[in-house]
């Protein structure tokens, strides 16, 4: 049977397939748009309504037209619009609208003809279509007063149309153009009565009460729309609009629930008298009260927006706010007294129930909940609605709102901490991460309990990476209580390790500042953590133990308050782990004062009595370069080799200034170049700069300039600038080697054309931001008319005259730089067993990188090398990147490795690179990518395929 179906594998691989002959190849034929001047409108061939609609559809699509074209346009427009329907008048209309807008176009001569049409026009749809497009006009004119006066009187004329469409245009007009200064004398009164003749913001009240609810919907939104444009609502709209806060239609609900908030900031301290109590809150109080009550609402948008608003209404007082986290209502609704209170009443009336009659302690009046509540009973848990409704936009914003409401007062964050516990059980993801984060950021206020810290270990068992960080980063800023919350915690920890390898790094961080919070707990916990005895020798962990490496981390940070009591803990092996944990992770073990341990064995420790302050020493160093243009050659290349030196020692000391000195010594290299390739008396002869060894320091000069440009965050205009013409020096003297020895005229050609077209981005980037222009990119910009004629023989003479004008600036970089940076967490190179994957297929290698000073994440590439040279960028998805914080972001991603069958297992580098800079950047600059990091080696060996 065997060598059956030995035999048929073997005819099955032998089998010969003949390819068909492959069809012809099809090509695309690419249609292009006509241009903007090519079209003109024509609509006098149409013969029926629906070819006129063609015709105004495609100038809708052909739209914006050039000025000269728009203004025949709206011509021929407005004689169509007295021939045709009502509906090709809506659309005429539209596009007359619409080419208002057009840049240089005149709209005020499309005013009078939209003024004559409303007086002809009839139907309602056409007259609201004219508003609308009046309303346009009066927004492109918006420092026109007058014609704003002429459109609101306008509008009075139509508010009593009987079209919901037509009131609604003339009240988005009066929203969009009024103000109290343009109050028109002959506002009509509105259906059912009102004040008529009062100023535009009481027009806008009393339409708010309109019979349609689309009317009363535009009223609401202008007078949204005056708080919007800086106009200040009067203080008596409050009590007018709150009833309608009942509407049955959920547009004006939203509306007014915003309106109340606006009064609510507006007059925050303003006193409201409550019916039949005669008591007085502030408005702010009873602003909160309404808002929480649309809480209870039955459309999902009212609700959301709710409870958004009320976390900004931070002057609203603690006893109303504390009443959202209690479902209990006041007790019979009324206002709480105390026993004395109570007992001076029934004094006072002489009124004591004796029980001997049926009712005798009945109250004396009946009791109106709605009238009687100080809040009424939409506020009395409005959080605990909000945080338990079925939508999880309600959900969201209900934490949201209770914890920027937390974040300004201690004892609600106290109040609210069940609360968003019991959010770390919610279904969605984005909830429970959402309340993670909400707790952390008021975790300053709290302390976790046991009981709390049971339902937020449970989350350190979560797939998603995102909530496993988020616990970690709230446990390194909670305070917990005693120290078996502390051993329950370290424990929990430890297997989130051991089931997620991944999250190291987040645990250490973690660990470290639990133990920096928490020395005193920490101390009992010191024997069972070290696994020490009092008696006997344990045996010595081991350091590859990321456990391990956890627990120390801990407990070194413990040991800072009070090192002598916990290093007394320590069995011997301990001490000499703390000296390879702090020169390897000196981020996160502390400088400790142990026994046996000389200061001198501390990395980054600089003795300040001997040592000069290293920003002074930064500031001496670059005052050295304002000699250098006074120098000769010699003596100028002998200052920059010394000033980098140092530059490089300040690296070494002071690394919030490592960035700063590394960008300057990269100038200054690319200048100590650039002076070496100019230093010869006939340098310009082609013998001098045809050696490998000065093309080759060209090249590096534009790989430094790159670099310095795309690296370095904060550098100044000027800076960037000098950085950019430095650049431009090395290429003109690449350019001038290849126009005298290369014989390929096309090679030189492109070379030319990259040449100006850097020329040209820097000529724009100059002008752009003011900056003048050193001699040299002066004189080949003046030279630019006749380079731009890509005559070969034109180039030579001025590139040449131009580079004996180059003397580089001397630039200071004094202030402080950040540099884009990359550190890979995983994979690390420390493991000898290969991955092993069949040879052609592929095999996963997870990856973590944390990014620092990232400006644009789209320009991050992984870069795999592998061990035949060959090279891979890969472009890692956007969601695979986490922001951390403002350009820091950390990058989880999965990078797929394949190759052909290999002889013995061999590495792949894995590293991450960066595009440069999208400004002043050739096409040949976009494929030269820059180095973050050192790259890891990741062992991999193929196996060949099973047959």
Not at 132 to 143: F, T
Request: hydrophobic content about 35%; glycine content about 4%; aromatic content about 6%.
């Amino acid at each position: 049977m065997a060598a059956l179906l030995k035999k048929r594998a073997l005819a099955e691989y032998s089998q010969v397939i003949q390819e068909e002959p492959k069809p012809p190849v099809k090509r695309l034929k690419l249609v292009h748009k006509p241009r903007l001047s090519e079209y003109s409108f024509d609509a006098r061939g149409c013969s029926n309504p629906h070819e006129v609609l063609g015709v105004l559809l495609t100038l809708s699509e052909n739209l914006p037209l050039p000025v000269d074209s728009a203004q025949k346009t709206s011509g021929q427009l407005i004689e169509l619009f007295y021939k045709e329907e009502s509906v090709i008048k809506v659309k005429v209309v539209s596009l007359l609208g619409e080419l208002c807008k057009t840049p240089g176009f005149n709209p005020n001569s499309l005013i009078t003809e939209f003024i004559t049409f409303l007086k002809t026009e009839k139907s309602h749809k056409v007259i609201a279509e004219i508003l609308n497009s009046l309303k346009q006009i009066g927004k492109i004119l918006s420092h026109d007063k007058k014609l704003h006066q002429k459109l609101i009187s306008l509008t009075s004329q139509h508010l009593k149309d009987s079209s919901h469409l037509v009131r609604c245009r003339c009240l988005e007009i009066i929203g969009t153009l009024g103000s109290p200064k343009l109050n028109d004398e002959s506002t009509a009164t509105p259906p059912g009565g009102g004040r008529g003749g009062e100023c535009l913001q009481m027009t806008l009240s009393d339409y708010s009460h309109d019979r349609d609810s689309r009317v009363r919907t535009s009223a609401l939104q202008a007078l949204l729309s005056w708080h919007q444009r800086g106009i200040k609502l009067e203080r008596k709209l409050y009590e007018e609009l709150a009833p309608a806060l009942n509407d049955d239609y959920k547009g004006v609900r939203l509306a007014v629930t915003r309106l109340i908030w606006v009064m609510s900031h507006l007059y925050p301290e303003s006193l409201i008298e409550l019916e039949d109590k005669g008591e007085s809150i502030r408005l702010v109080d009873d602003g909160f009260g309404k808002i929480c009550n649309m809480i209870n609402d039955l459309e999902m948008e009212v609700r959301a927006e709710s409870t958004r608003l009320l976390g900004s209404m931070h002057l609203v007082s603690a006893r109303f706010l504390h009443q959202t986290l209690d479902k209990k209502l006041m007790s019979n609704m009324r206002r709480k007294m105390s026993s004395h209170e109570r007992q001076k009443e029934h004094y006072t009336r002489g009124e004591w129930a004796t029980g001997q009659k049926w009712a005798d302690d009945k109250p004396l009046e009946e009791v109106n909940e709605e009238s009687m509540s100080l809040i009424n009973s939409g506020a009395c848990g409005a959080f605990v609605h909000g945080l338990e409704d079925e939508f999880l936009e309600v959900r969201n914003a209900a934490i949201d709102s209770v914890c920027e409401l937390a974040t300004n007062s201690e004892q609600f964050s106290r109040l609210c901490q069940d609360n968003l516990v019991d959010m770390f059980n919610d279904e969605i993801e984005a909830v429970r991460l959402n309340a993670i984060n909400s707790l952390r950021k008021i975790s300053h206020y709290l302390t976790l309990r046991e009981d709390q810290l049971d339902i937020i270990l449970s989350g350190l068992k979560d797939f998603t990476f995102d909530i496993r960080a988020g616990l970690h980063e709230l446990f390194g800023h909670a305070k917990l209580e005693t120290k078996d919350s502390l051993n329950s915690c370290v424990m929990a920890l430890l297997d989130n390790m051991k089931r997620y390898p991944q999250d190291r790094l987040s645990i250490w961080t973690c660990m470290k500042l639990l133990g920096e919070h928490h020395p005193d707990l920490t101390l009992p916990l010191v024997p069972d953590l070290l696994s020490t005895h009092p008696f006997f020798d344990t045996p010595e962990p081991d350091m590859d133990d990321p456990a391990y490496i956890s627990v120390l981390l801990l407990v070194f940070n413990a040991a800072v308050g009070n090192s002598r009591t916990i290093s007394a803990l320590f069995p011997e092996h301990t001490f000499r782990h703390y000296k390879y944990l702090r020169s390897s992770m000196p981020q996160l073990v502390p400088q400790l004062k142990l026994a046996g341990i000389s200061p001198g064995m501390q990395l980054n420790e600089i003795n300040n009595k001997n040592h000069l302050d290293i920003s002074a020493f930064l500031k001496q160093t670059l005052d050295r370069l304002d000699e250098l243009e006074k120098m000769d050659s010699w003596s100028a290349q002998q200052l920059l080799e010394v000033t980098m030196r140092d530059l490089k020692r300040i690296e070494d000391l002071e690394p919030s200034l490592s960035a700063t000195a590394e960008c300057e010594s990269l100038y200054l290299n690319s200048q100590l170049l650039l002076m070496k390739a100019l230093s010869g008396t006939n340098w310009s002869a082609p013998a001098c700069i045809q050696t490998r060894s000065d093309t080759a320091s060209m090249q590096k000069i534009i790989d430094l300039c790159r670099e310095a440009n795309t690296l370095y965050m904060g550098l100044t205009m000027s800076e960037g600038a000098t950085v950019r013409q430095m650049k431009l020096k090395a290429m003109t003297i690449q350019l001038l080697h290849s126009l005298r020895i290369n014989n390929d005229r096309q090679a030189i050609l492109q070379q030319c054309k990259t040449y100006l077209d850097t020329l040209h981005s820097l000529q724009k980037y100059l002008s752009d931001n003011g900056i003048v222009a050193e001699n040299f990119t002066q004189s080949l910009f003046t030279a630019l008319p006749d380079l731009e004629t890509l005559r070969l023989s034109a180039f030579t003479n001025p590139l040449q005259a131009a580079m004996y004008q180059s003397k580089p600036p001397v630039v200071k970089i004094s202030h402080r730089l950040r540099k884009l940076r990359a550190t890979i967490v995983e994979p690390t190179e420390n493991s000898d067993n290969p991955l092993r994957f069949t040879a052609g297929l592929t095999v996963d290698v997870n990856m973590e990188v944390v990014l620092e000073n990232v400006r644009d994440i789209e320009n991050i590439k992984i870069q795999v090398e592998y061990a035949d040279t060959q090279t891979h960028i890969i472009s890692p998805p956007i969601s695979d990147f986490r922001r951390l914080s403002t350009y820091k972001y950390r990058l989880l991603t999965v990078v797929t490795i394949s190759h052909s069958l290999w002889s013995e297992p061999g590495s792949v580098k894995l590293s991450l690179v960066t595009e440069p800079t999208t400004d002043l950047t050739s096409a040949d600059d976009k494929h030269r990518y820059i180095s973050l990091c050192k790259p890891v080696s990741v062992l991999i060996a193929t196996k060949p395929a099973k047959r």
